[in-house]
C-alpha cells in the first residue's frame, strides 16, 4: 500500500458543527502532516506529528485540533470555524521526520464552512 | 532558514512544445529538492526527487530537472508537453533536521494550448 487516505473527500459544516477530517497510511512512514491549501496558492503547514507525538503546530487556531491515536492514524478535529477556513485540507505523509524523503499526500478533503 | 521561489506565476506552453519550469532556492547547504504536480481539487504528486549524486533527475511522466548549485537552482523540463500536463506545479526545498518540513514555493500554473 502505497497511499495515503483522507476521508471524507468532501464536507459542508456550519460555523456550529463539530466535526472530523480522517487520514490514514500503512507505509510505516513516521511522520504525519495537516496542510491547509487555498485555491491557487501552494499548501500551508498548520500540523506535523514525529513518532506519534506532536512536533510543529504552526500558530493554528484552537479550533483545529490535529490527533494521532496511533502511527497509521491522523484525525483533525474541527469545532465552531469560521467561513474563511473552506478550503483543500491536505494530509501527508514521509518516512522520518527530517522531510529528506519528500511526502506523499492524500488526494484532499474539500471542507466548506457556511 | 530555507526559502524557494518560483518567478513564473502562469506558463502556456503549446502541445508538443518543450517544457521549462524555473525553481530557486536558498540555503547554506544542499538541499533536498522536489518537484510536485497538482491538478485541480487533487492532492499533490510527486514527480521526482534530488538528493545528492547525478544532477540530472529523472521523474514520472517524462519529466526530469536538473540541479545547479552555482545556480541554486532546480529547474523542471519536459521535452514534449502534453495537454494532460496541464496543471500547477510546486517546488519545494526539505533540510537534513528533526523538527522541520518541507517548504513549498508559491507555484507555476501550466496551461497547454493546443
Known amino acids: 500500500d502505497t497511499e495515503v487516505t483522507q476521508t471524507p473527500k468532501h464536507l459542508v459544516m456550519g460555523m456550529t458543527n463539530k466535526k472530523s477530517l480522517k487520514c490514514e497510511q500503512h507505509?510505516?512512514?513516521?511522520?504525519m502532516y495537516w496542510y491547509k491549501q487555498k485555491a491557487k496558492k501552494p499548501p500551508e503547514l498548520m500540523f506535523v506529528?514525529?513518532?506519534?507525538?506532536?512536533?510543529i503546530n504552526e500558530s493554528v487556531p484552537s479550533r483545529f485540533s490535529p490527533e494521532c491515536p496511533n502511527s497509521s492514524l491522523l484525525n483533525l478535529h474541527l469545532h465552531a470555524l469560521q467561513p474563511e477556513d473552506s478550503a483543500l485540507y491536505l494530509c501527508a505523509s514521509s518516512q522520518d521526520p527530517t522531510a529528506t524523503y519528500g511526502y506523499t499526500f492524500g488526494s484532499g478533503t474539500r471542507l466548506t464552512v457556511v | 532558514a530555507q526559502s524557494v521561489t518560483q518567478p513564473d506565476i502562469h506558463i502556456t506552453v503549446s502541445e508538443g512544445a518543450s517544457l521549462e519550469l524555473r525553481c530557486n532556492y536558498s540555503?547554506?547547504?544542499?538541499?533536498?529538492l522536489f518537484w510536485y504536480v497538482q491538478s485541480p481539487g487533487q492532492g499533490l504528486q510527486l514527480l521526482l526527487k534530488?538528493?545528492?549524486?547525478?544532477?540530472l533527475v529523472q521523474g514520472i511522466k517524462g519529466f526530469e530537472a536538473e540541479f545547479k548549485r552555482s545556480q541554486s537552482s532546480f529547474n523542471l523540463r519536459k521535452p514534449s508537453v502534453h495537454w494532460s500536463d496541464a496543471a500547477e506545479y510546486f517546488c519545494a526545498v526539505g533540510v537534513v533536521q528533526a523538527g522541520t518540513a518541507l517548504i513549498f514555493g508559491k507555484g507555476t500554473t501550466l496551461s497547454v494550448s493546443s
Open positions: 507505509m510505516g512512514h513516521r511522520a
Open positions: 506529528y514525529s513518532y506519534e507525538k506532536l512536533s
Open positions: 534530488y538528493f545528492s549524486g547525478d544532477t
Open positions: 540555503y547554506g547547504a544542499t538541499p533536498y
